[in-house]
């Protein structure tokens, strides 16, 4: 299994930046993909970014050249850089981990983007 605990989510202004952080429970070396979805009311759940065990790194079209998923191997930890945000990034933010054994999810972040 693996516990995921996601921080850094919060209010803020169009055009700002915020850091999200997936703290995993154990060696990410041993997940073959991380990745950070999202969730914004009466709307289904998206794939925002992934990355792999071997550090290949994908962005969805939507935020792509604004977002930057990246992983501190050593804390464990991966990371969603958000940039030049948008009112329409506003969202729940969740982490999800893939193993051999099954999904994980992390409890989500709100993120809120507005004036």
């Known amino acids: 299994q693996v516990q995921l605990v996601e921080s850094g989510g919060g209010l803020v202004q169009p055009g700002g930046s915020l850091r999200l952080s997936c703290a995993a429970s154990r060696s990410i070396f041993s997940i073959n993909f991380m990745g950070w979805y999202r969730q914004a009311p009466g709307k289904e759940r998206e794939l925002v970014a992934t990355i792999t065990s071997g550090g290949t790194i994908s962005h969805a079209d939507s935020v792509k050249g604004r977002f930057t998923i990246s992983r501190d191997i050593a804390k464990n930890t991966v990371y969603l850089q958000m940039n030049s945000l948008k009112p329409e990034d506003t969202a729940v933010y969740y982490c999800?981990?893939?193993?051999?054994?099954?999904?994980?999810w992390g409890q989500g972040t709100q993120v809120t983007v507005s004036s």
């Open positions: 999800n981990a893939r193993t051999g054994e099954g999904f994980y």
